[in-house]
């Protein structure tokens, strides 16, 4: 086994199927006698439905049958939930009201409130006839007045969304100690000032949405195919909206093409496809089109967030004060307030000892597309504000940098922030000051020179970041000895790239003490996984590593058990050690498989049972904080004002490595889509009409290849002492830290022009115009 458990960079046993084509991903998915389907979209962003007819769409040759929304009501089928009760742990508003939970129906009935809400979904024999069906459906729309921006939307007077929801506000909510941060601003010897836009992000996975829907009238059962981040969850409320007992409904998943959090949601268009599956008896397949997912698939970020940083005379912070405006779309998605919340509130105080804080959120209503979890939802928009407020507050009082930050952060573990947090472990100043050092800060000056000889302007920016891992605090694992020779690994996780076949093989090698090659990770099929939360929140390890532990430990007890029956010996002389059971201080030993193999024979006693096999949910409310910091260097052409990154330098503390090749991948990866948001992505909404104006890969620019430097990562780990694993999870790490190392890169090298605010993304049209405004 050397070499392939824990801390081993184990090449992905996955990667060769995926790499030779035979991943199995939700559109490879088929069915005998399959139909398909497509939707008719909204083209407002805001109107009433007056009426659909739905005769010219079923007289195409082709076309099986049309559904409304209220074919779907009258059919059983119920709303959408928000899961603000379930989550929320009696979370109420500042004034102490409820939440509202606007009512989202699969299909709208009444009235639309995004551009390209479902109104009709259609039926075919083929893809074609189903294109052909949608577009010949005839709505009658009235149009009203939209808003789309948050701000905008919470004003007096604003276009209203939902009857009940008073200026489209859906919360209004705060954390922390609003007099004593009030008072410790008012008295402060320097408070620094920053209104930000943390941008509208699309959520571009790889692989567009699919679903596959199956009715087995037998059973009286559902059954659904599709990319998800959990299966059980998605079971679970998919049950609940088509009124039916979780039990009659099963999810599948396959592989899956990236899902950054928004492949967690029960979406409007999986309703659909079930009912409509049951409604004709047979199958139904779904396929969106990259265009259809710009304005379907939940999208991501928008805050408007001020804050304020108050320092004392010797440069330490005394209060923060953040308020956000944060755009919710057209409803309240499921699980997004509280997901952005309590990351806030945890994550609040950055990397620093602050002593006073307060944080208010409202979520505001719009006539776009909803927002849901998208990877380091709630973290950036609390470390990129704490960070940009540090960095303007060196330049404002003539402080470095780093210094301001190496002298507040926190120094001491465990430590209780102002918000109720408690930092696990870490050495945050160490961390910095390597970033520091190995991104080379002290040859800048020289490297300035020289592109200034180029005729470009160069800069360093700081990125430290903190992440806050786990999420939800359950997870299952089962291990499964078979008699075969194979251990068999249900788990409640499921992989979207993160090497999850490899890296839980590998936990389980170690703890076992048997061959890598002889683990099998089972994960995506409620019918083969008895329960699970899924993968989200940079859980995987830190939850489902927990309970594949406790279940592997489970199995050594039960194991020494049958062991102690087979080589007449007491339990308590057996001893377990390099995949065999042994009778202390003989030569006397059976191996795991062999054990195995007995039970399964009825050799051990019948109350022993015929398995060896453990199955555990693992539920711990601790969280584990991965943290760092970020280096980014940059040149500036200031006659065009692109941006070109010549060097990014990231040091990271994921806690204990399970597999660091991959842990560096996933930085990679996760440094790549924060350096999207920061000078590239923005998706943009007509302010009048509410159309989508960025829709495509035309006008949406995601990150390509050249346009990202050589990333160098480099594992400093220190144990979390949270989880048997002292893993901390290492998805969004990079995602988090990235746009303010990029920002401060920016406005440094600009900082010679007079340039001192710039917003994401920082698009060369946008630092041109810095660059212009300031001269």
């Not at 939970?101 to 006839?129: C, F, K, N, Q, S």
């Not at 979780?246 to 599948?252: D, G, I, L, N, T």
């Not at 060196?394 to 465990?414: H, I, S």
């Amino acid at each position: 086994m050397t070499g392939f458990g824990i801390g081993a960079s184990v090449k992905r046993r996955e990667d060769l199927r995926l790499l030779t084509g035979r991943g199995r991903y939700a559109e490879d998915c088929g069915a005998a006698g399959q139909v398909y389907a497509a939707f008719v979209r909204s083209p407002h962003a805001h109107a009433d439905v007056v009426a659909i007819d739905a005769a010219p769409a079923r007289a195409v040759d082709g076309v099986l049958d049309v559904f409304t929304g209220r074919d779907l009501i009258a059919g059983g089928v119920g709303a959408i939930p928000t899961l603000i009760a379930e989550r929320g742990g009696g979370i109420r508003n500042r004034d102490g009201s409820p939440f509202a939970e606007p009512v989202w129906y699969p299909l709208a009935t009444d009235r639309v409130r995004h551009v390209g809400e479902p109104v009709a979904i259609v039926i075919g024999a083929t893809p074609a006839a189903t294109q052909d069906g949608a577009q010949a459906v005839a709505v009658r729309y009235r149009g009203r007045l939209a808003v789309v921006d948050a701000v905008a939307a919470l004003a007096e007077g604003a276009p209203s969304l939902h009857a009940g929801v008073a200026r489209n506000r859906a919360y209004d909510w705060e954390c922390g100690d609003a007099e004593t941060t009030a008072r410790a601003i008012a008295t402060a010897a320097h408070v620094t000032r920053l209104a930000l836009v943390d941008n509208r992000l699309v959520t571009c996975f790889i692989e567009p949405r699919a679903a596959l829907a199956e009715w087995d009238a037998g059973a009286g059962r559902y059954t659904l195919h599709a990319g998800l981040q959990s299966v059980h969850q998605l079971a679970m409320n998919l049950a609940r909206v088509l009124g039916v007992a979780a039990e009659h409904v099963r999810c599948v998943t396959g592989d899956v093409g990236g899902g950054f959090g928004s492949k967690i949601q029960v979406y409007p268009e999986y309703v659909a496809l079930a009912w409509a599956a049951r409604r004709v008896g047979r199958p139904v397949k779904w396929v969106s089109s990259r265009s259809e997912g710009f304005v379907s698939d939940v999208q991501s970020r928008d805050h408007a967030l001020t804050g304020e940083l108050a320092l004392d005379a010797t440069g330490r912070i005394t209060a923060l004060r953040v308020r956000s405006a944060s755009n919710l779309g057209a409803y309240v998605a499921p699980s997004i307030p509280i997901s952005t919340l309590s990351n806030m509130e945890r994550m609040i105080s950055g990397l620093y000892a602050i002593a006073a804080i307060h944080l208010r959120v409202e979520g505001a209503l719009t006539n776009t597309v909803p927002i849901n979890v998208y990877r380091g939802v709630g973290r950036i928009e609390c470390v990129y504000t704490v960070e940009r407020l540090v960095d303007r507050a060196a330049r404002e009082t003539g402080r470095d940098p780093a210094a301001l930050r190496r002298a507040n952060m926190v120094r001491t573990f465990p430590y209780r922030t102002a918000t109720g947090a408690v930092y696990d472990s870490g050495d945050y100043v160490a961390r910095l000051d390597e970033a520091i050092a190995l991104g080379d800060a002290a040859g800048l000056p020289a490297r300035r020179a020289e592109a200034a000889r180029r005729g470009k302007l160069r800069g360093i920016g700081l990125g430290p970041y903190i992440e806050g891992t786990g999420g939800v605090p359950q997870e299952f694992a089962e291990v499964r000895v078979l008699p075969t020779g194979i251990v068999e690994v249900p788990i409640g996780s499921i992989s979207q790239g993160q090497g999850h076949e490899t890296v839980f093989a590998q936990v389980v090698t170690e703890r076992l003490g048997v061959p890598f090659e002889t683990v099998r990770i089972v994960m995506g099929d409620t019918d083969r996984v008895a329960k699970g939360v899924g993968t989200f929140a940079s859980r995987s390890m830190v939850r489902a590593g927990s309970a594949v532990v406790e279940a592997s430990e489970s199995v050594i007890a039960v194991g020494k058990a049958m062991a102690a029956h087979l080589l007449e010996a007491g339990v308590a002389d057996i001893e377990y050690r390099g995949g065999a059971f042994g009778v202390v201080g003989t030569d006397r030993s059976i191996s795991i498989f062999e054990t195995a193999r007995a039970a399964a024979a009825g050799k051990v006693p019948q109350a022993l049972g015929t398995t060896l096999g453990a199955a555990r949910m693992h539920e711990n409310p601790a969280f584990a904080f991965a943290n760092g910091c970020e280096v980014c260097e940059l040149e500036v052409d200031p006659e065009t004002g692109a941006v070109e990154i010549v060097a990014l330098t990231m040091v990271d503390d994921s806690g204990r490595s399970v597999n660091p090749m991959i842990v560096h991948g996933q930085m990679h990866g996760a440094v790549a889509q924060g350096i999207g948001q920061a000078l590239t992505e923005r998706c943009v909404y007509d302010p009048e009409g509410g159309q989508l104006l960025s829709g495509s890969f035309l006008d949406y620019a995601i990150p390509r290849a050249d346009d990202l430097p050589a990333i160098s990562v480099t594992s400093r780990d220190v144990p979390s002492p949270t989880n048997p694993l002292g893993v901390k999870g290492a998805g969004e790490g990079g995602t988090v830290g990235a746009p303010g190392a990029v920002i401060h890169a920016i406005l440094d090298a600009l900082a010679p022009v007079g340039v001192t605010h710039i917003d994401m993304p920082a698009t060369p049209e946008r630092v041109w115009r810095a660059i212009r405004d300031a001269r």
